[in-house]
């Protein structure tokens, strides 16, 4: 498993893919689901009650990360459908829509546009925001797994 | 003779009742219309709280069914109400930004009910002391509105009245669209106004900010 890390990472441009996707990912995450406020003064701040959600950011961004810049390796590598790269977005998209729509901005701006339902859709990314991310990870874990599966037997290393 | 009197009866029967409809459809509180802060019209929003001669107003833009406002509410206002509005030196409104769930404006609404009564603000810290995580998952239907305002031992016949007629929607309405006209798009969403000016405060932002904000403006 290691191997193959090193393998995908010793690449350059998938360090920096992966960086950019952890810090883009991360910040992102914190201020739509306000951990992170830049107006009047940048500021950070984790409200009593909400820490579960916080370190779920965290695992969130770091396994998207990790599985993103893996599967594009593999299409580029081995001259895969893009489709292969299904599973690491969607349980990043899954894990990052689940915090967003609530109170803040982006929840307002669902509800404003698509009335009744969005407000409803809106609830229900609010109400099972935890499930949701843990739900996303779970995706992303499973994703992790199969890459490696994949990589290992396609690139015939046999660790 | 006895046609006309009959007649006059009936008349004045018609008007009385229509007026009475009128009197249950129609808000009988004391509204200051002209009530502003800064930009923002507050004549519809809460009463004001604190001292109503402090040189800064805090107003907050909330919906009854946000977990953020309800986080705001417990971590973050008391440190506010110790230091500046118990001492006089800042007020506070709120203004209603209903717009989570089909339960936030009916909870709205019941919080100037309970201001019929004299409880608004009783009402309004009931409903964020008894805030559940799940919007719409029942916590602020019209049943526990009114079981809420029995705890408080309001008048349940005029408050049941006041909820079930609808009688705050347009009161309730008017105060999304002043949210919205000043670019409120989330809640909690404060603007704190003060002599030379106003600053917008987006979300449930930590004391340090308020601090920093309210001290620029003393």
């Known amino acids: 498993m290691a191997k193959i890390i090193s393998l995908v990472f010793s690449n350059h441009y998938y360090v920096v893919a992966s960086c950019s996707i952890f810090i883009l990912m991360t910040l992102g995450l914190l201020i739509i689901s306000e951990y992170v406020f830049l107006e009047p003064y940048v500021t950070g701040h984790v409200q009593q009650g909400t820490e579960i ?13 990790l599985v993103i810049p893996m599967n594009i390796y593999r299409i580029k590598s ?14 990043s998209f899954v894990g990052s829509i689940a915090g967003a729509c609530s109170c803040g901005p982006i929840g307002f701006a669902v509800i404003s546009t698509f009335g009744s339902v969005g407000a409803t859709a809106s609830a229900f990314l609010t109400n ?32 | 003779m006895k046609k006309i009197l009959i007649f006059a009866g009936v008349v004045a029967a018609a008007i009385m009742s229509i007026a009475a409809s009128l009197s249950t459809s129609s808000e009988n509180i004391d509204l ?51 230091n500046y509005v118990d001492t006089g030196r800042v007020n506070f409104i709120f203004v209603d930004m209903a717009f989570l ?14 201001e019929d009564q004299g409880k608004y603000w009783e ?27 029995f705890n408080l031992g309001l008048d349940m016949e005029l408050f049941e009245n006041c909820l079930d007629s609808g009688k705050y929607s347009k009161r309730v309405q008017f105060n999304i669209d002043e949210a919205k006209k000043h670019g409120i798009n989330g809640t909690p969403g ?29």
């Open chain 2, 101 to 114: 769930g089909r339960d936030s404006p009916k909870a709205a609404q019941a919080s100037y009910c309970a």
């Open chain 1, 53 to 65: 959600g916080f370190v779920l950011i965290f695992i969130l961004s770091g396994l998207s990360s």
């Open chain 2, 32 to 82: 200051d219309m002209d009530r502003t802060h800064g930009t923002i019209s507050t004549a519809m929003g809460s009463s004001i709280l604190g001292s109503p001669i402090a040189p800064i107003t805090i107003i907050e833009f909330g919906d009854y069914q946000c977990h953020q406002c309800y986080n705001w509410f417990h971590n973050t206002k008391p440190a506010i109400f110790e």
């Open chain 2, 123 to 149: 009402y309004h810290d009931l409903l964020y002391l008894s805030q559940e995580p799940q919007i719409d998952n029942g916590w602020a239907n019209p049943e526990r509105l009114k079981a809420f305002a």
């Open chain 1, 128 to 159: 099972f925001e935890i499930p949701i991310r843990i739900g996303a990870i779970i995706i992303l874990l499973i994703t992790y797994y199969t890459t490696i599966r994949s990589l290992r037997i396609e690139c015939k290393l046999n660790f």
């Open chain 2, 190 to 218: 404060f603007f704190i106004v003060g002599p030379d000016g106003q600053q917008k405060i987006s979300g449930a932002q930590p004391y340090s900010v308020f601090k920093l904000v309210l001290d620029s403006m003393i």
């Open chain 1, 78 to 91: 081995l001259n895969l459908s893009k489709r292969k790269v299904g599973g690491s977005v969607f349980g």
